[in-house]
């Protein structure tokens, strides 16, 4: 029995590590140049620029870009996801067609046999997830 590879905590979450990466690389840069242009605003307003001032600033803008971008991409992502998990009837559309189809071909490559075929894994899987009726003759 051929004993399946494991995958690295890195490589099974690559695309989550990569994500988290941006994440971070984009907050940095956003704290290092509004502290630049901070900089700038204190000097042409003749003001010192103090970390108190800077820090309330930059966390103004930083929630107001998480609540307008972050939060509704979240949203639209993580919510379709989950809606797709639970199986809404938006996510299923696609699978009713292609179930139904495979259907039909097994039975035209040998009705019975196909019959049978369609039966076992109705009965392994919980029967159809996808609503389509279909008959057992």
Do not use: C
């Amino acid at each position: 029995m051929i004993e399946p590879k494991t995958q690295s905590i890195w490589r099974a979450y690559s695309y989550a590590w990569i994500t988290f990466a941006f994440f971070i690389l984009s907050v940095v840069g956003h704290w290092i140049f509004g502290w630049f242009a901070y900089v700038d605003e204190q000097s042409a307003l003749r003001q010192p620029a103090d970390s108190g001032g800077y820090i309330i600033e930059m966390s103004r803008d930083t929630l107001e870009n998480w609540q307008s971008e972050f939060l509704q991409l979240l949203w639209q992502v993580g919510g379709l996801a989950f809606l797709l998990f639970v199986g809404s009837p938006q996510s299923k559309e696609g699978s009713n067609r292609v179930e139904a189809k495979l259907d039909e071909l097994l039975k035209l490559v040998d009705r019975k046999k196909g019959q049978t075929i369609i039966k076992e894994l109705d009965e392994q899987y919980g029967g159809r997830h996808t609503g389509v009726p279909h008959q057992h003759r």
